[in-house]
Structures are given as structure tokens and as C-alpha cells.
């Protein structure tokens, strides 16, 4: 049996520019894969019998074939584009920031009617992996870049914040924006805003910082030269909100007032790195919080420090405690931040007795054998009386 033998099979130093360079792909009756070159050119396995013939499995054909159909279906750029006309996004701001128009649909609202948090920040993942896929450098990875590839790296997440001034409800027409700054020497920061079409008011702000894992080792990695080369000239200085400096969140114990334990990863948790993918953490601690107090409060800002990744085969507990005194009491006599410009006085001056905000400490961990369970996550939430 007779085959064209497909171009992207070809091993790098073939050159597809001389006339006579001609191939032919023979499948023999012991499944073993007879390429026949012009040439002396080695296979993709090294093995060479005779002059100008290689040996392929059949296997390793077929993996070559799938990996160029892949990348062919995703077409992924090489280079910087400025228009991403297929998800209605574009590149502004001197082209390092990128702009998205988004629709809530149906399934990613609650039952009333509005975005749920679970929905936002997927829109945000999304939002940040397509400014990477259009400024060309979206390598085969989670975000990863073509020298992260190289490097075996791969990003995590250690802290996110998201605030939330108003929820976008069913069918709201909403511009996505983000970019990214530095964070210390081998970090990396991201913001969003989202804001209405319609009305032009931001509804939702968040800010995160990031990592690079060696994917093997699982251990933390200085940010390569070729890496920082590579996306250092898409760094701004422009933050979603002016951060005041970070709130310690206290590690919960046993004690804690409310524990759901057990919980167990499902395959549909996992990424494309093989490990939990952040929005579950989110959807493991909220569901600790106790359903009388969901009925009349909303939540508006969460904070969440990350400590460790979780496998699939792991067993987490997640934890959950109120705080007594309020966020309201924690900040007005602050005097080390500028009340006209902090979040935490922008928040403080639209509440009133009606709509006082409550918050609670949470943590996530690992339990099984160990005398001391292992931290994922530490977290506070912020909650205001619904209207």
C-alpha cells in the first residue's frame, strides 16, 4: 500500500525547495513504515537501513499526523496580532493590552439572573490566555511561552483578588480588559476590568500575581532570560485598583465554625497542567459558607493567597470561620492609607446600617496520613447585605 508522504513529516534538515526532493510512504505487511528519500536524511527515530531509506513506526506516523492536524485546527499565531476577530478582541494602548467584547450567556448565571462568580473568573482565565495567543507568543502550553516550553516551566497562580461592584446579569454586552506588569524579579502581575457596554462603568476589578513551576520537578523557578526577554516589552505600570498593602489572612484550625471534608477532585477539575484548576478552589470554599447567611448577603471581594497545588488523588478539607470584627472597624481609623484613593475607603463610604459588610476567614487543605495537613489555600471573602 502507497501513500504521499505529508510535508510535516518531514525531519527539520529536509528542505522542501529542491525540485527532485521526492517521498514516498510505503506501510509494509510487518506494520513497519518504509519512508523513501532523494538523499541521505535521517528519520525521526534515527533509524537508517540502507542508502536514503528510513524506518518509522506506524505509530510515530500517526502521532506527527495529529499534531500538525492539532496545530493546523488551532492556528495558533506566530506573530503579534493586532485584531482577534473571531473573539471580537484587539490589542490597544501602544499594543500591549488587550480588549475583549463578551456576552453573559444563559448557563453562566445563577438563578437570578446574574453572572456567578464561578462564570467571571473562567472569563478572566479566558480573557488572559487570548492576549497571550494573540501577542504570538503562546507556546504548547496553559499560558506558557515559547522559551517556558523550552525551559519546562509552567505559570502558577499565589495570589488573586477579585471585587465585585455589581454583578453582570443574563445577555449584559461586556468589554473585557487586561494586561500585565511585573511583580518583583521573577513574578509576574495580571489585571482585569470589566465593564458594561451599555452603561461604561466597571462592574468587576481583579488583580493577580504569578509564578513559573518547572512542570517536572513541581518546584518553583527563577525566571529565565529568554522568558523575561519575551514578555518583558508587553509590562505596564497601570493596575486594576490602587492595592493598599496586603491583609495577613490567619491560618484556620480545627476549631474553625463551619468544615466541609472529604472533598475529592474530579477529572473535569484538572487543567491542562494536570493539576486543580484555581476556579474549584473558589467553588470549594464558598460552599462552606453557611446557606442562611448566602440568603441575605452577596458577596463582593474575594482575597486568595495560594500555598501548594492539589493533585487529583488528593483530600481536601475546606474551612470556614466569620470574623468578628468588621471590615468597617478594621479600617476607618486606619491612617496609613490614603482614604480618598483606597478600596477600603471607597467600599467603606457606600456602606451604611443596611448594607454593612461581613467577612469570613477560609482556608482549604489537604488531609489523608500526614500529622499536619498541608495548605492550599488561605482566603477571606467580603460580603454586603443585599438590597
Known amino acids: 500500500m502507497k501513500a504521499v508522504y505529508n510535508q510535516a513529516l518531514c525531519p527539520t534538515s529536509c528542505s522542501h525547495r529542491t525540485p527532485e526532493h521526492k517521498q514516498t510512504l510505503n506501510i509494509n505487511a510487518n506494520g513497519t513504515v518504509t519512508v523513501a528519500l532523494k538523499g541521505n536524511v535521517m528519520s525521526r527515530t534515527g533509524s537508517v537501513t540502507g542508502k536514503g531509506r528510513n524506518f518509522i513506526s506506524v505509530a510515530s506516523v500517526k502521532e506527527l499526523t495529529h499534531d500538525s492536524e492539532t496545530k493546523a485546527r488551532q492556528n495558533i499565531p506566530t506573530e503579534k496580532q493586532s485584531v482577534d476577530p473571531f473573539r471580537q478582541g484587539n490589542i490597544t494602548d501602544g499594543g500591549v493590552r488587550y480588549k475583549q467584547t463578551v456576552v453573559i450567556r444563559s448557563y453562566e448565571v445563577g438563578a437570578d439572573k446574574t453572572a456567578t462568580l464561578e462564570s467571571i473568573l473562567n472569563l478572566l482565565q479566558e480573557t488572559a490566555l487570548n492576549h497571550v495567543w494573540v501577542s504570538g507568543l503562546l507556546g504548547d502550553g496553559f499560558g506558557a511561552t515559547h522559551g517556558m516550553v523550552r525551559n519546562n516551566l509552567i505559570w502558577v497562580v499565589t495570589r488573586m483578588q477579585v471585587q465585585v461592584d455589581e454583578y453582570p446579569i443574563w445577555g449584559e454586552v461586556m468589554e473585557v480588559d487586561t494586561w500585565v506588569g511585573a511583580s518583583g524579579k521573577n513574578g509576574m502581575r495580571r489585571d482585569w476590568l470589566i465593564r458594561s457596554d ?6 468587576v476589578r481583579a488583580t493577580s500575581t504569578w509564578v513559573m513551576m518547572n512542570q517536572q520537578t513541581r518546584r518553583l523557578s527563577k525566571m529565565p532570560v529568554v522568558v523575561r526577554e519575551e514578555i518583558s516589552p508587553w509590562f505596564i505600570e497601570k493596575k486594576a485598583f490602587e492595592e493598599e498593602i496586603p491583609e495577613k489572612i490567619n491560618k484556620l ?7 466541609n471534608s472529604n472533598l475529592k477532585p474530579k477529572r473535569s477539575d484538572l487543567d ?31 482575597t486568595l493567597e495560594y500555598r501548594r497545588e492539589c493533585r487529583s488523588s488528593d483530600v481536601v478539607q475546606s474551612l470556614c470561620e466569620p470574623e468578628e470584627e468588621s471590615y468597617e472597624e478594621r479600617h476607618h481609623e486606619s491612617s496609613n492609607v490614603d482614604k480618598a484613593n483606597s478600596l477600603a475607603s471607597a467600599l467603606f463610604q457606600d456602606c451604611n446600617h443596611n448594607k454593612s459588610l461581613q467577612t469570613y476567614t477560609h482556608l482549604l487543605q489537604i488531609t489523608g496520613d500526614k500529622e499536619e495537613s498541608e495548605e492550599i489555600v488561605r482566603g477571606r471573602t467580603m460580603w454586603k447585605r443585599k438590597l
Open 198 to 203: 451599555a452603561t461604561g462603568e466597571v462592574l
Open 253 to 259: 484550625n480545627k476549631t474553625a465554625k463551619f468544615t
Open 272 to 302: 491542562m497542567n494536570q493539576h486543580v484548576n484555581n476556579v474549584k478552589y473558589v467553588n470549594w470554599t464558598l460552599e462552606t459558607i453557611p446557606h442562611k447567611f448566602l440568603k441575605n448577603y452577596q458577596l463582593t471581594r474575594i
